[in-house]
T-cell receptor, first 115, second 113 residues
Framework: DTGVSQDPRHKITKRGQNVTFRCDPI?????LYWYRQTLGQGPEFLTY????????KSRLLSDRFSAERPKGSFSTLEIQRTEQGDSAMYLC?????????????FGEGSRLTVL | GESVGLHLPTLSVQEGDNSIINCAYS??????FIWYKQESGKGPQFIID?????DKRQGQRVTVLLNKTVKHLSLQIAATQPGDSAVYFC????????????FGTGTLLAVQP
């Protein structure tokens, strides 16, 4: 399977702990996105990378959130001092077409539950 | 504040009928629109897109219509099949140097056999 891969698929943590999610995009895709989705809602944009450069960040991405894509391939999303409101599905997507910016290939997500 | 959208709008159709899913967008500066399908437990899957200089675009069994006057987007699915059962999201991108997609709340399509 050469789709977008996310790990872990599920994470349960206690409030105040740090968590990290990893995303491996489709290999030739230079664009990588993180979105967050809560139950019954559409995905909300968090951040966007082109190669290793983080070009866009949402105001949703508070100081507790940090994303990296150090070599322009895989990406990590870290949440520090988790809060119950961070419980959500964290979706990663990749793309290659700058002229079709909406054609994103999403992974199956990492579901976070903060107790 | 935010509304808790636990009760998605639902469209129930019979297998073989045509489906029309509607979406209202808010930003008149958006110049690119997309429809995604999300099955339970999976990430969204791209269906079809349309740019603001078009009114209609067709794909395989799907058609997207764009009415910029009333800021309305629709997705038509011909001969709906049980495999089409999913939540459908419209999304928009604002004109300019952004790659952010703004997703709507979603519509649950339930196909009855």
């Amino acid at each position: 399977d050469t789709g977008v891969s996310q790990d872990p698929r599920h994470k349960i943590t206690k409030r105040g702990q740090n968590v990290t999610f990893r995303c491996d995009p489709i290999s030739e895709h230079n664009r990588l996105y993180w979105y967050r989705q809560t139950l019954g809602q559409g995905p909300e944009f968090l951040t966007y990378f082109q190669n290793e450069a983080q070009l866009e960040k949402s105001r949703l991405l508070s100081d507790r959130f940090s994303a990296e894509r150090p070599k322009g391939s895989f990406s990590t999303l870290e949440i520090q001092r988790t809060e119950q409101g961070d419980s959500a599905m964290y979706l990663c997507a990749s793309s290659i077409h700058p002229w079709d910016p909406g054609e994103l290939f999403f992974g199956e997500g990492s579901r976070l539950t903060v107790l | 504040g935010e509304s808790v959208g636990l009760h998605l709008p639902t469209l129930s159709v019979q297998e073989g009928d045509n489906s029309i899913i509607n979406c209202a967008y808010s930003n008149s500066a958006s110049d690119y629109f997309i429809w995604y399908k999300q099955e339970s437990g999976k990430g969204p899957q791209f269906i079809i897109d349309i740019r603001s200089n078009m009114d209609k675009r067709q794909g395989q069994r799907v058609t997207v219509l764009l009415n910029k006057t009333v800021k309305h987007l629709s997705l038509q699915i011909a001969a709906t099949q049980p495999g089409d059962s999913a939540v459908y999201f419209c999304a928009e991108k604002a004109r300019g140097a952004t790659n952010k997609l703004i997703f709507g709340t979603g519509t649950l399509l339930a196909v009855q056999p």
